[in-house]
């Protein structure tokens, strides 16, 4: 087992794929010479030279464009878009054109690729730098949604994501990218569309993304100290496809469900699971879903401010503990 | 078939020049087909057998039947939603065509992409494309991904004139010049981006060719009514883009006939503008071509009988063919051909 950041694993994961892929190709804004302005992609230029690792001019809708257009003629493109932010520029692409290709053409054109892109806040770089976007390409038919926790799931779902026949959104966390974490050795590949269990318990299921995983993992450690509350904690790990048969057996297993989402909170994806739960398991509830997420204003860049938008651990742990008394 | 003697070494002459009589008879037959397809497709509008919207190409036959006569099987085209034109002479169905427009079973796309959004793969026809220029950078990806696997393979991306003044035509020309890739961009300027003229809303008079320059390249202005001047332009393109010479941007003036769309009726046109456009109607013009370079009045006669009854047949087909079955509403959504969203 390997110790590596959650920005090394990027790396890793697309080394891992283009080496046993040649029709693995990638590009993006700095990606190449500057190994990537968060140097999530140092060393890949050297090693697979600038045919197949392309800096591009700041174009995004050429970008993801030029990834669609390769992908559907044979390729396994990489684009990255640098800030998630930035995918309003390019939407089109997205939204209209690599989402609908497949079903508008009844199967004819296939769009093998992934767009990878970071996300979220914490980096106090003020609202068109640091949103939570996720839940703009969950609404969409036709992209698969994916934002890894942990260095390993980095390597695993990337991998997987490239490998995949579909258009990928791959979200990073960007305040995650120093994170460290075991990867295990050798070649490692992840399932997409499998949320993972990290935290066993009895009274509450805490459902989480990304940089809310770790943040709900440690509410949950001190709501057992402190309050003898036993949680459970899920991953989700991947929106689209999302993985109900896992959150819904967890859910019905303690009787309570608490969504933690760094979005804002209209239309976040914890509101779609809030309602399947409603739907689905509403006789198995002890007490009211509950979402803890961003309030629906835009991300403010002080420090002091932003601690107070995104969910905290504090905040986590005092609204499940309220909830649960 | 007999011919008059005069015309027969007039034929002779001219067999001898760049284009020859069989690309003519090609390049006249898919201007045919384009026209007869379209005149179709306004006739079933008429009898409500096509919903929705369409956009049709009369009038602008002569530029894609140039290209189509050009290219090779293996080269890529890409086009906007009146793109019936250029979906045809890549080779695609006509009931494939008339089938989707009239939302069939037998249409390209089973139904699900409609008019906008021919498509036929096996073609190279990669796509009608409905959001103003969003197709000029998924073409320069079809083209990155020909120069990466050094197949031979040319990219041919076909738009109007309203779209050079989106970013997306911006960003895709720049790449592709700095990427050196073999594609072709073709821009059929009809003098108006849907109800307004072009020129009221471009700050260049030539709004492809004097953009040219932007991006390093050549300004290049064609008569888009005459196929045999397609024709030459498109083979100089095709053959710098496969010696890795790089990208070209053609403009070809023409006109449309119709209006914009189906519920167009092109008001806003002044008067006597069609009335001169039709007098360089690139079917007839051609057709005159086609005789003054010796062929014979019933051979053209018999070719566009031949088409027009091969029209009329697959309309018959496409019309005789069912709705899609509810059973295809949820395929194909993702690669494993289901809809599955959740487990
Ligand atoms: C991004 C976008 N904006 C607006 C439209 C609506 N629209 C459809 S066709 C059209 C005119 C396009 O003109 P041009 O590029 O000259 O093509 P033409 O229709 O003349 O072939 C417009 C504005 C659209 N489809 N996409
Ligand atoms: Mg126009």
Same mark, same amino acid.
């Given at each position: 087992m390997a110790e590596l950041t959650y920005r090394e694993a990027v790396a890793d994961g697309i080394r891992q794929e283009m080496k046993r892929d040649e029709s693995v190709v990638f590009l993006g804004e700095d990606i190449a010479a500057a190994g990537g302005v968060f140097k999530t992609t140092v060393g890949l230029l050297d090693e697979f030279g600038p045919i197949r690792v392309r800096d591009t001019p700041i174009s995004e809708q050429a970008i993801l464009g030029a990834a669609m257009?390769?992908?559907?003629?044979?390729?396994?493109?990489?684009?990255?878009?640098?800030?998630?932010?930035?995918?309003?520029?390019?939407?089109?692409?997205?939204?209209?054109?690599?989402?609908?290709?497949?079903?508008?053409?009844?199967?004819?054109i296939s769009v093998p690729l992934v767009v990878r892109t970071a996300n979220g806040g914490g980096s106090r770089f003020g609202a068109q730098h640091s949103q939570s976007v996720e839940n703009w390409a969950m609404a969409i038919p036709g992209i698969k949604v994916v934002a890894p926790s942990s260095p390993a799931d980095v390597?695993?779902?990337?991998?997987?994501?490239?490998?995949?026949?579909?258009?990928?959104?791959?979200?990073?966390?960007?305040?995650?990218?120093?994170?460290?974490?075991?990867v295990p050795d050798g070649e490692h590949i992840e399932e997409l569309g499998k949320s993972k269990v990290i935290r066993q318990g009895s009274d509450v299921t805490i459902v989480a993304l990304a940089l809310m995983v770790p943040r709900a993992l440690e509410a949950a450690e001190r709501l057992q100290e402190i309050d003898g509350i036993s949680a459970t904690v899920v991953d989700v790990r991947s929106l689209v496809p999302l993985d109900t048969s896992t959150i819904l057996s967890e859910v019905s297993r303690t009787g309570r469900m608490i969504?933690?989402?760094?979005?804002?909170? &209209?239309?976040?994806?914890? #509101? *779609? &699971?809030?309602?399947?739960? #409603? *739907?689905?398991?509403?006789?198995?509830?002890?007490?009211?879903?509950?979402?803890?997420?961003s309030p629906h204003i835009p991300l403010a860049s002080a420090d002091h401010l932003e601690d107070m938008m995104i969910p905290s651990v504090d905040r986590i742990y005092e609204e499940i503990r309220k909830s649960m008394s | 078939m007999a011919k008059e003697p005069e015309k027969k070494s007039l034929k002779n002459y001219v067999s001898n020049d760049d284009i020859g009589e069989d690309v003519r008879r090609e390049l006249f037959r898919l201007q045919l087909e384009c026209r007869h397809v379209e005149q179709k497709a306004y006739d079933l509008f008429l009898q409500n057998l096509i919903k929705g919207t369409s956009h049709l190409g009369l009038g602008q036959e002569a530029i894609a039947a140039g290209f189509g006569g050009a290219m090779k099987e293996g080269d890529y085209t890409f086009c906007t939603y009146r793109g019936h034109n250029h979906t045809l002479v890549r080779g695609a169905s006509m009931t494939g065509v008339l089938g989707e427009l009239m939302g069939r079973q037998c249409g390209l796309l089973g139904g699900?992409?409609?008019?906008?959004?021919?498509?036929?793969?096996?073609?190279?026809?990669?796509?009608?494309?409905?959001?103003?220029?969003?197709?000029?950078?998924?073409a320069i990806g079809a083209a990155w991904s020909a120069q990466y696997r050094k197949s031979d393979q040319v990219t041919v991306c076909f738009f109007g004139d309203g779209t050079t003044n989106i970013g997306a035509f911006h960003e895709a020309l720049n790449m592709a010049q700095v990427w050196k890739l073999p594609v072709i961009f073709v821009c059929e300027n009809n003098l108006y981006m849907e109800y307004t003229p072009i020129s009221e809303v471009t700050a260049v008079e030539n709004p492809a060719a004097?953009?040219?320059?932007?991006?390093?390249?050549?300004?290049?202005?064609?008569?888009?009514?005459?196929?045999?001047?397609?024709?030459?332009?498109?083979?100089?393109a095709l053959e710098k883009a496969r010696e890795g010479e790089g990208p070209s941007l053609i403009e070809a003036k023409t006109y449309r006939h119709s209006g914009h769309s189906r519920a167009d009726p092109g008001d806003y046109r002044?008067?006597?503008?069609?009335?001169?456009?039709?007098?360089?109607?690139?079917?007839?013009?051609?057709?005159?071509?086609?005789?003054?370079?010796?062929?014979?009045?019933?051979?053209?006669?018999?070719?566009?009988?031949?088409?027009?009854?091969?029209?009329?047949?697959a309309t018959e087909i496409a019309k005789s063919s069912p709705p899609p079955t509810e059973e295809v509403m949820a395929t194909e959504v993702w690669a494993d051909g289901s809809s599955t969203w959740r487990n």
């Open positions: 257009g390769a992908a559907m003629t044979g390729l396994r493109p990489i684009a990255e878009i640098m800030f998630s932010d930035f995918l309003a520029v390019c939407w089109d692409i997205v939204a209209n054109q690599m989402a609908k290709a497949r079903y508008m053409t009844n199967g004819q390597k695993g779902l990337l991998a997987a994501a490239i490998r995949d026949d579909n258009p990928v959104l791959f979200f990073e966390q960007k305040s995650l990218y120093a994170v460290k974490g075991t969504t933690v989402e760094e979005n804002p909170r &209209l239309c976040g994806w914890g #509101a *779609e &699971l809030s309602s399947i739960v #409603a *739907e689905e398991l509403f006789f198995d509830l002890d007490g009211p879903i509950i979402r803890i997420t | 699900k992409g409609g008019s906008m959004h021919l498509t036929s793969v096996e073609h190279g026809a990669m796509g009608s494309y409905a959001i103003i220029g969003a197709h000029l950078p998924i004097d953009r040219a320059s932007a991006y390093g390249l050549e300004s290049i202005i064609v008569d888009g009514n005459d196929a045999d001047e397609v024709y030459r332009h498109a083979m100089a002044p008067d006597g503008e069609l009335e001169s456009w039709l007098k360089r109607d690139p079917l007839p013009m051609y057709r005159n071509r086609l005789l003054e370079f010796g062929l014979a009045e019933d051979e053209v006669v018999e070719m566009e009988e031949e088409v027009i009854k091969r029209v009329d047949e």
